[in-house]
């Protein structure tokens, strides 16, 4: 934080309470006035204060600790017990960090440097042959502009229950499910009042927790822990880079093998992951690939598919499986380079209702991934089998595909005419009606039946 540049008046602003705003206020009042002493003291005050007030919060919330700490600072007010009182003073700040987590580490060694000046603007006696301490501006400042952003303006948040209260968050129904909604309630509500200590905390949670699969209420999840990472990609980069970084170096070669093989899915969901690990991970990833076993392994696996240097081994991987894993494979962990499987699951299609089903199950699962040069290796394996073209419900499935490839920009009017004037003439005009309909509504001058 450049604390040279930073408006004192705006900066205060930012506090939370207004009883620790009176203090601070007396700092700056101080400052200005250029009683430095004053002004250090009026700030470790406010410091003080303001950390008792949020204790007191969070006993209120009901946490043990806190209502100990709380109880024990009534009973000594009333007894008047001032040199109790000194002593928890003495400890707060430890305490804020250690106990309570509402201070990080870096923060505590500003707070300690701040109560440390505080005792010798206080206490003259304890400066070496009783030189007065005589504090620069810029010094001054700095604890004032420390003192609020990292105490006065924060929430009462602990680092431990606010970790629990996102590893619930997610599990539950309120959570949003759509991936830029969930980008901006994770930094509305989360990493806009976070520390970065406790940021790299979340994040190393969420990674690990998606790899090591024991978070309750997680399962199933995956995609939307994919967003909350984005989100701190975004709002904290500097701690995604540390500890993608150190996971990367510490965490991931350590790993057993069925642990690895939740990790390729994350890996492929934060290819930093992938970039920064070293090659033994890299071979071990690929000797899982090449070892797995459809009748005994997860299909989990399959979703490093994005991971272009795992692609080969998975696409050799799943030809070992049979029809129906290879469709689950398909539904679970849609991808572009999935459409070679797909086409030869729907190519081997021997009835009107066995073609149906494989283009319901492996075809439309991509229909949002493929591009036109895939499509038009789908449409030409509907042409190639009298199966597929002639079946009743083909043409209402082609009609969906034209419309997932129109909304992202990858229909090709010529292959769609194509498919309609070939489906008329092998079939009939009634049958491929809602294809028709389809071509029609995207804007595509359909020549007469």
Not at 15 to 20: A, F, G, H, L
Not at 255 to 274: E, F, K, T, Y
Not at 289 to 308: A, C, D, H
């Amino acid at each position: 934080m450049d604390t040279h540049l930073t408006d004192l008046d705006a900066l205060a602003l930012t506090i939370r309470d207004s009883r620790s705003k009176v203090y601070i206020d007396e700092a700056i009042y101080s400052y200005r006035a250029g009683a430095y002493r004053a002004s250090i003291v009026a700030t470790y005050v406010a410091v003080t204060f303001d950390l008792i007030m949020k204790i007191r919060e969070i006993a209120a919330g009901g946490d043990a600790d806190a209502v100990q700490l709380s109880k024990e600072l009534d009973v000594n007010i009333e007894a008047n017990n001032t040199q109790k009182l000194l002593k928890i003073e003495g400890t707060l700040i430890e305490e804020s960090h250690a106990r309570f987590q509402l201070v990080g580490p870096q923060e505590k060694h500003f707070l300690i440097r701040l109560k440390d000046d505080r005792h010798l603007c206080a206490h003259p006696a304890f400066s070496a042959e009783g030189e007065l301490f005589k504090p620069t501006p810029d010094l001054v400042r700095s604890h004032i502009v420390h003192a609020i952003a990292f105490v006065l303006s924060q929430p009462p948040i602990q680092g431990k229950a606010v970790l629990n209260i996102f590893t619930a968050d997610v599990a539950s129904t309120a959570f949003p499910n759509d991936r830029e909604k969930i980008i901006h309630y994770m930094i509305g509500r989360y990493l806009s009042r976070m520390r970065d200590g406790l940021a790299k905390n979340l994040t190393s949670i969420i990674i690990k927790g998606l790899i090591q699969g024991d978070q309750t209420g997680w399962l199933g999840k995956e995609q939307s822990l994919g967003a909350c990472l984005e989100a701190i990609e975004r709002h904290c980069p500097t701690v995604w880079s540390d500890v993608v970084k150190s996971t990367a170096k510490q965490f991931l070669p350590s790993l057993s093998a069925d642990r690895l093989m939740n990790a390729i899915g994350v890996m492929a969901m934060v290819p930093q992951l992938w970039e920064a690990t070293e090659p033994t991970v890299h071979t071990r990833c690929l000797a899982l690939i090449e070892n797995w076993n459809p009748l005994i392994n997860p299909n989990t696996i399959f979703s490093g598919i994005s991971l272009v240097p795992l692609q080969d081994a998975l696409l050799q991987a799943i030809t070992r499986a049979q029809e129906s894993q290879q469709l689950q494979i398909i539904n679970d962990y849609p991808h572009i380079r999935l459409i070679d499987p797909a086409s030869k699951i729907l190519e081997a299609s021997s009835s009107y209702r066995g073609a149906e089903q494989r283009f319901l199950n492996a075809v439309i699962p991509l229909a949002n991934y493929i591009d036109a040069p895939n499509i038009e290796k789908i449409l030409e394996v509907v042409k190639s089998n009298g199966q597929i073209w002639n079946a009743g419900g083909i043409p209402s499935m082609l009609a969906n595909l034209a419309a997932a490839a129109a909304d992202r920009k990858q229909l090709v009017k010529e292959s769609w005419l194509a498919m309609l004037v070939f489906g008329r003439s092998k079939s009939s005009a009634a049958i491929y009606e809602p294809l028709e309909a389809q071509l029609i509504a995207l804007g595509i001058q359909v020549p007469p039946a």
